[in-house]
């Protein structure tokens, strides 16, 4: 099984449309998890983190984190042409130094 | 100006051949980074460097070699490239007190013919 598991995508949504994106990982000693934006030709820069399960909002995004099954979400509300980009969760532990980064889902929202 | 800087932006090479990617930061962070990026596979860890003295070999350092030359800049070299060395090649930092932030250059892109 790989550490870190994403939906492959790509993913092609009209304007406005909600958007779920997911990674599920196998590591249990993660405690930091992530969202990365990379925009095409772009390094990824970081869009939300959050130390625990439970939601954390932040204007039309809200990262969702379930501790027990594994898994988190991301949750893009009326998106946005400026939306599309190739969003890479990412995780870390509290006694590793390095990230280890899904594979990413390409994201296309259609005006 | 950017923050993250990575030269060159693109390069074509052929097989055999040594190449140096360079990278700077004026962030002012203790830690840096090199990664590849390919299509499925996402970004995989090369090398890191958590101060001028401190290399670190991360998942997929075979036929790569770095050099910390100073607290700003982080090269990386493919010291004979081969074509499954073409790849999107990402420089990071990180300041030493960030958990969750790396800060990432444009890439550079490199053919490996």
């Known amino acids: 099984q790989k550490e870190v598991e994403q939906d492959p995508g790509p993913l092609s949504v009209p304007e406005g449309a909600i958007v779920s994106l997911n990674c599920t990982y196998s590591?249990?000693?993660?405690?930091?998890f992530m969202w990365y934006r990379q925009y095409s030709r772009k390094g990824p820069e970081l869009l939300m983190y959050?130390?625990?399960?439970g939601n954390k909002e932040d204007g039309r995004f809200t990262a969702q984190v379930d501790k027990s099954s594994k898994y988190i979400s991301l949750f893009i509300r009326d998106s946005q042409p400026s939306d599309s980009a190739t969003y890479l969760c990412a995780f870390r532990d509290n006694y590793g130094q390095n990230f280890v980064f899904g594979p990413g889902t390409r994201l296309s929202v259609l005006p | 100006d950017a923050d993250v800087t990575q030269t060159p932006r693109n390069r074509i090479t052929k097989t055999g051949k040594r190449i140096m990617l360079e990278c700077s930061q004026t962030k002012g962070h203790d830690r840096m980074y090199w990664y590849r990026q390919d299509p499925g596979l996402g970004l995989r860890l090369i090398y890191y460097s958590f101060d001028v003295k401190d290399i670190n070999k991360g998942e997929i350092s075979d036929g790569y070699s770095v050099s910390r030359q100073a607290q700003a800049k982080f090269s990386l070299s493919l010291e004979s490239a081969i074509p499954n060395q073409t790849a999107l090649y990402f420089c990071a930092s990180q300041g030493a007190a960030d958990q969750e932030t790396q800060y990432f250059g444009p890439g550079t892109r490199l053919l490996v013919l």
């Open positions: 590591n249990s000693a993660f405690q930091y």
């Open positions: 959050t130390y625990s399960s």
